[in-house]
């Protein structure tokens, strides 16, 4: 689907950003989250609250995390929004906290911009 579509769809706001992952040979940027599955519109009252699946993008022809950050680890990311900035651009701000050894949390900031023709959820069942 085009990504204004998704944006329409889903309801990423409190979803949490498990890991990211580029292929370039592929052009496909993947994300994986825990989806607040509660907030979707489709949610009935037995379904799952939290659903652990895959946000793929295809035909990526740009993605920017500011400020840089190591992709090959966890990530555990709060989606605070998502929101389209032009037809194939979605900018998705999340938040990350670290607990130091002083017990103080550290919380920084990220926004992913990501060009592409399309997006996808897929659940992992």
Wanted: with cysteine; proline share 2%.
């Amino acid at each position: 689907m085009k990504l204004i579509e998704f944006t329409k769809l889903f309801n990423l706001h409190d979803s949490v950003i498990n890991n990211l992952t580029y292929i370039p040979n592929q052009f496909r940027l993947r994300l994986e989250i825990d989806l607040c599955n509660y907030d979707q519109s489709w949610f009935k009252q037995n379904d799952p609250e939290i659903v652990t699946g895959f946000i793929e993008f295809t035909e990526v022809t740009a993605y920017e995390i500011e400020p840089q950050i190591n992709c090959s680890e966890e990530i555990n990311g709060s989606i605070l929004n998502v929101s389209d900035v032009a037809d194939n651009c979605l900018k998705i701000v999340f938040t990350t906290s670290e607990v130091q050894s002083n017990y103080s949390i550290i919380t920084n900031t990220f926004v992913l911009l990501v060009t592409a023709e399309s997006v996808q959820w897929k659940s992992v069942r």
